[in-house]
């Protein structure tokens, strides 16, 4: 039996005033497609969209995928360039030259972890593009929904 093509389409987001977000990854494993996400509090876009690669990545091996080739494809700049920092972040002991921890130091090591034992390639989409990439878009409308809702949650909250 070939082995499938594994993609991952990830998105997140985040309420910069209220400080929620959400998270979202379209996996395919050949022609099989699973979809999760998710929403956090106290959070940040950043931490949204490493969150939402680390978790398909344990997704997949957790269903046995996890050695394969994975493309993820992802609209974060963020997420994309860290495979080119991960050896100086190493080096500096994910310190800044401030002397403080660079943000999101937990997830980024978890990333970098997974990054080191796994076959990643990364694949930087166009954000919203309405002609782009129709799973780019899908996996964004799913996490602009999710934000939504999080956000109505909020409101009730305050009001009631």
């Known amino acids: 039996?070939?082995?499938?093509?594994?993609?991952?389409?990830?998105?997140?987001?985040?309420?910069?005033?209220?400080?929620?977000?959400?998270?979202?990854?379209?996996?395919?494993?050949?022609?099989?497609?699973?979809?999760?996400?998710?929403?956090?509090?106290?959070?940040?876009?950043?931490?949204?969209?490493?969150?939402?690669?680390?978790?398909?990545?344990?997704?997949?091996?957790?269903?046995?995928?996890g050695k394969q080739l994975i493309s993820i494809f992802s609209d974060s700049q963020y997420v994309v360039n860290i495979t080119a920092r991960k050896e100086r972040l190493k080096q500096n002991n994910f310190i800044t030259k401030k002397g403080t921890p660079i943000q999101n130091v937990d997830l980024i090591k978890k990333f970098i972890s997974q990054i080191e034992n796994h076959n990643l390639e990364f694949v930087k989409v166009k954000a919203h593009q309405k002609n782009g990439d129709a799973l780019n878009r899908e996996?964004?409308?799913?996490?602009?929904?999710?934000?939504?809702?999080k956000v109505n949650e909020y409101g009730k909250e305050k009001i009631g």
């Not at 996996?139 to 809702?149: E, G, N």
């Open 1 to 65: 039996m070939p082995v499938p093509h594994i993609k991952i389409y990830s998105d997140g987001s985040c309420h910069t005033q209220l400080l929620c977000g959400a998270w979202a990854a379209i996996i395919f494993i050949g022609e099989k497609k699973a979809l999760l996400s998710g929403t956090e509090d106290d959070t940040t876009h950043n931490r949204m969209e490493l969150i939402a690669v680390i978790k398909a990545i344990a997704h997949l091996d957790e269903a046995g995928f």
């Open 139 to 149: 996996v964004d409308i799913t996490v602009r929904q999710l934000l939504r809702q």
